[in-house]
């Protein structure tokens, strides 16, 4: 079973740091790129960061770059989110996905959707 | 920043109803478009991806339409399962963005 289990959310400070974490199972997890994306109470979803499937490449939105850090461990088919410099305006669900839907236009065929997602974990940023 | 528009913010329809939401890139985004439906509490679900295409799993009742700019998601006949929020997103480039969504309530 294809699955995304999200984990590491909890209450912080204004300022601290927490590492979230995704385990991925029932896929190769070493040949997907993969995705944070949070969702703030009772609003929409934002993009957070994506790390490609070898882990050589990442790319931020512009309100987490220099506080946040994308990294996956394939031999633990884990994804990582390093949350420095918290704000309150960090408060959201967090979810974890698999770029894995896959478009093709004659022989040129790329990733283009995220068809599996986590459950979420949830971070407070509060003092 | 490629901005991403929804229309209507919410709609309230019936069972069996046809549905139609637009969405709106600030840029030409090819057919870079995916559509997500999201019930309260839970992760989103793709639907459809690459403007038109049904994910496996779709009920066909869901289709999309759309290149360019301009984007539409058809329900044909809303069941009752269907009412829940509707996310288009571009995949053009980075950073990647979400329309506002659409909430589909009960009429």
């Known amino acids: 079973q294809v699955q995304l289990v999200e984990s590491g959310g909890g209450v912080v400070q204004p300022g601290r740091s927490l590492r979230l974490s995704c385990v991925a199972s029932g896929f190769s997890f070493n040949t997907y790129g993969m995705h944070w994306v949070r969702q703030a109470p009772v609003k929409g979803l934002e993009w957070v960061a994506v790390i490609s499937y070898d882990g050589r490449n990442q790319y931020f939105a512009d309100s987490m770059k220099g506080r946040f850090t994308i990294s996956r461990d394939n031999s633990k088919n884990t994804l990582y989110l390093q949350m420095n410099r918290l704000r309150v305006e960090d408060t959201a669900v967090y979810f974890c996905?698999?770029?894995?839907?896959?478009?093709?236009?004659?022989?040129?065929?790329?990733?283009?959707?995220?068809?599996?997602w986590g459950q979420g974990t949830t971070v407070t940023v509060s003092s | 920043d490629i901005q991403m528009t929804q229309s209507p913010s919410s709609l309230s329809a019936s069972v069996g109803d046809r549905v139609t939401i637009t969405c709106r890139a600030s840029?030409?985004?090819?057919?870079?478009l995916n559509w997500y439906q999201q019930k309260p509490g839970k992760a989103p679900n793709l639907l459809i991806f690459?403007?038109?295409t049904l994910q496996s799993g779709v009920p066909s009742r869901f289709s999309g339409s759309g290149s360019g700019t301009d984007f539409t998601l058809t329900i044909s006949s809303l069941q009752p399962e269907d009412f829940a929020t509707y996310f288009c997103q571009q995949t053009y480039g980075t950073p990647l963005t979400f329309g506002g969504g659409t909430n589909v309530e009960i009429k």
């Open positions: 840029q030409t985004i090819s057919i870079y």
């Open positions: 690459a403007a038109s």
């Open positions: 996905a698999r770029e894995g839907a896959r478009y093709c236009s004659g022989a040129r065929c790329k990733t283009v959707a995220m068809d599996v």
